[in-house]
T-cell receptor
Framework: DAMVIQNPRYQVTQFGKPVTLSCSQTLNHNVMYWYQQKSSQAPKLLFH???????NEADTPDNFQSRRPNTSFCFLDIRSPGLGDAAMYLC????????????FGPGTRLTVL | AQSVTQLDSQVPVFEEAPVELRCNYSSSVSVYLFWYVQYPNQGLQLLLK??????LVKGINGFEAEFNKSQTSFHLRKPSVHISDTAEYFCAVIGPVGSYKLIFGSGTRLLVRP
C-alpha cells in the first residue's frame, strides 16, 4: 500500500544534541509537510516543500531545518533541541497544494533529556 | 486569518449512543473542510472531507458531517458509537480555496464508555 513512513517512531536525545527525523513516502506526492504536535494540542505546521521549493512558516524557530533530497524523502533537523521541543513530529504529504487531502505518517515522538 | 473552533474538549458518551462533535470555522469565504481522527501515539487519519457539492458528507467508520455555510459549521455525527471510536478528533479547514495551509481546531477527545 502507498503510504507515509516515519523513522524512528520514538527518538530520545539530549539537551542540545542535534537530531534528525526521517520521513519517506511511496505516494509520489509533490508536497511534503512537517508538523509539531505537543501534548493535547493541535498539530502546528513548521514548513513544507512544494517539490524542491522550501516554504518556512513565519513563526518556526531557526532551530528547525529541513531537507528534501528527492521526491520520496524529507528530513527534519533540530540543531540544538531544548526541553520545549519535546513533541510528536508528524510528516504529511499531498498531491498538490490548494485543498488536496493530506496523508499523515504515524509520527515520531521526540523526548529531550 | 482563518481559525477553527471546537468548543468541546472532551465528549463522554455511552457505547451505541449517538454523538455529535461540533466544529465552527471563522471565514465566510469558500473553504475546504476536513475531519481527522488520531488514535494514541499515531498519526492523523482522514475521516471525511467537504470540497464542494452535497452538504452532507459521508466518511469512514460510519461517520458523517454536514456543511452549513450560513452558520459556518461542519459538525461530525455518528448514530451509534463503539468503544473503538475512542480517540481525538480534529476539525480542519483550508481557506480560502487555493491556500496550502491546513488550519486545525484544538481537538475533541471522544470517550466511549461501555
Amino acid at each position: 500500500d502507498a503510504m507515509v513512513i516515519q523513522n524512528p517512531r520514538y527518538q530520545v536525545t539530549q539537551f542540545g544534541k542535534p537530531v534528525t527525523l526521517s520521513c519517506s513516502q511511496t505516494l509520489n506526492h509533490n508536497v511534503m509537510y512537517w508538523y509539531q504536535q505537543k501534548s493535547s494540542q493541535a498539530p502546528k505546521l513548521l514548513f513544507h516543500y512544494y517539490d524542491k521549493d522550501f516554504n518556512n512558516e513565519a513563526d518556526t524557530p531557526d532551530n528547525f531545518q529541513s531537507r528534501r533530497p528527492n521526491t520520496s524523502f524529507c528530513f527534519l533537523d533540530i540543531r540544538s533541541p531544548g526541553l520545549g521541543d519535546a513533541a510528536m513530529y508528524l510528516c504529511a504529504t499531498s498531491r498538490d497544494r490548494g485543498g488536496n487531502e493530506q496523508f499523515f505518517g504515524p509520527g515520531t515522538r521526540l523526548t529531550v533529556l | 486569518a482563518q481559525s477553527v473552533t471546537q468548543l468541546d474538549s472532551q465528549v463522554p458518551v455511552f457505547e451505541e449512543a449517538p454523538v455529535e462533535l461540533r466544529c465552527n470555522y471563522s471565514s465566510s469565504v469558500s473553504v475546504y473542510l476536513f475531519w481527522y481522527v488520531q488514535y494514541p501515539n499515531q498519526g492523523l487519519q482522514l475521516l471525511l472531507k467537504y470540497l464542494s457539492g452535497s452538504t452532507l458528507v459521508k466518511g469512514i467508520n460510519g461517520f458523517e458531517a454536514e456543511f452549513n455555510k450560513s452558520q459556518t459549521s461542519f459538525h461530525l455525527r455518528k448514530p451509534s458509537v463503539h468503544i473503538s471510536d475512542t480517540a481525538e478528533y480534529f476539525c480542519a479547514v483550508i481557506g480560502p480555496v487555493g491556500s496550502y495551509k491546513l488550519i486545525f481546531g484544538s481537538g475533541t477527545r471522544l470517550l466511549v464508555r461501555p
